[in-house]
């Protein structure tokens, strides 16, 4: 998109979040609302997430990490964790060639090998067949939990102490953030939930402190792109100081 229809938008494309990541919650309540099953609200969910990157890939941002399915999401009910593995299973082939064709490269983050065999290689066919694209990477965040993300790094930091391969001097914020599932992504800068819960639910906990947060009492299936807008235009307003006393963020939104 160009900046001109950018600025159309209210938005300032200097200033846009490089990655943006959304805890997508509401589908069971949507679909109780409507007196239907569980299911038809993570079904009318999928649409949403349909639309979300669609809208990213306009706007030109690079990054989207959508939060899918968390490692307490197995405790729900086995026929709606079914459900949703077979739902999932047909997002990850169904979007195969649409992602290609718009340059978006998939990633996963979390326990793959939790999953079923056929979403695993359903969502490792799809990671190959968009490996090469660079427009944008869109991150599923699969049977994903970050105390068990953290856990594992430092589980690995403690076997390379443990062999000599680094010295327990050498740890640091960014050895640690190099040994996690997001190694090489860079941190969120805009964190949006919908439905209205004030939490993190377990989700990018070291990567999003210096998140900027946004919670919307639109339930996950009633997203829309105009509203993602208005958040962006919000997220635009705001001082990022990052502990500062001024907003020092150079054009990458790292801060300095």
């Not at 405790?75 to 949703?84: Q, T």
């Not at 299973?89 to 060639?97: H, I, T, V």
């Not at 067949?129 to 869109?138: F, Y």
Request: a neutral charge; proline letters at 5%.
């Amino acid at each position: 998109m160009k900046s001109d229809d950018l600025h159309a938008l209210g938005l300032d494309p200097e200033r846009l979040p490089v990655h943006v990541a959304v805890i997508m919650d509401g589908n069971g309540r949507w679909a109780k609302k409507r007196l239907l099953n569980r299911v038809k609200g993570h079904e009318k969910g999928s649409e949403s997430v349909r639309i979300l990157v669609k809208a990213c890939r306009e706007l030109s941002i690079p990054c989207l990490t959508l939060y899918a399915f968390s490692t307490e999401n197995w405790a729900r009910p086995p026929s709606e964790v079914s459900a949703l593995m077979q739902l999932l299973k047909k997002f990850l082939s169904s979007e195969r060639d649409e992602m290609k064709k718009n340059g978006i490269r998939l990633n996963v983050l979390g326990q793959l090998e939790k999953l079923p065999e056929d979403v695993q290689r359903a969502a490792r066919e799809t990671m190959d067949a968009t490996g090469s694209n660079t427009q944008m990477t869109l991150n599923l965040a699969l049977s994903y939990g970050s105390r068990q993300e953290i856990t594992d790094a430092a589980k690995i930091l403690a076997g390379k102490v443990k062999t000599g391969e680094l010295t327990v001097d050498e740890i640091c914020d960014q050895v640690i953030s190099d040994h996690l599932y997001t190694a090489g992504i860079p941190d969120p800068d805009l964190v949006i939930r919908t439905s209205g819960e004030f939490r993190l639910s377990n989700f990018l906990l070291w990567q999003s402190a210096y998140a900027e947060l946004f919670i919307t009492p639109t339930l996950w299936p009633d997203f829309t792109r105009s509203e993602f807008i208005d958040i962006l235009t919000h997220y635009q307003k705001r001082d990022r100081r990052f502990g500062n006393v001024e907003c020092s963020m150079p054009s990458d939104g790292s801060p300095q």
